[in-house]
């Protein structure tokens, strides 16, 4: 089995800054892509971004410029850096992993959740 851990998520006033982070845990032989989402109140549930093994990033227009993925594949670990935090950023956010538990097969991993909420 296999296990995503988030952690960092708290209350900010606009402006301010969090920094989520995600550990993967269990039966993983690689782990491909990893990313953040969130999930606002009555919303669905959208990407926020997204980092390869590589180190190829991509990003949600809304949080481009603001919004930092990093990971550090040694660890299993998937970090968010959000700046400049504004009131819309206020939603539980998923940590998400592509992973292979084995060559043969891989399939999505996701985590918990944390709140994050950015007062006005």
């Known amino acids: 089995q296999v296990q995503l851990v988030e952690s960092g998520g708290g209350l900010v006033r606009a402006g301010g800054s969090l920094r989520l982070s995600c550990t993967a845990s269990g039966s993983i032989f690689r782990i491909n892509a990893m990313g953040w989402y969130r999930q606002a109140p009555g919303k669905q549930r959208d990407l926020v971004a997204t980092?390869?093994?590589?180190?190829?990033?991509d990003y949600q227009d809304s949080v481009k410029g603001r919004f930092t993925i990093s990971r550090d594949n040694a660890k299993n670990t998937v970090y968010l850096q959000m700046n400049s935090l504004k009131p819309e950023d206020t939603a539980v956010y998923f940590c998400?992993?592509?992973?292979?538990?084995?060559?043969?097969?891989?399939?999505?991993?996701w985590g918990q959740g944390t709140q994050v909420t950015v007062s006005s």
């Open positions: 980092i390869t093994s590589g180190g190829r990033t």
């Open positions: 998400n992993a592509d992973v292979y538990r084995s060559p043969l097969g891989h399939r999505d991993y």
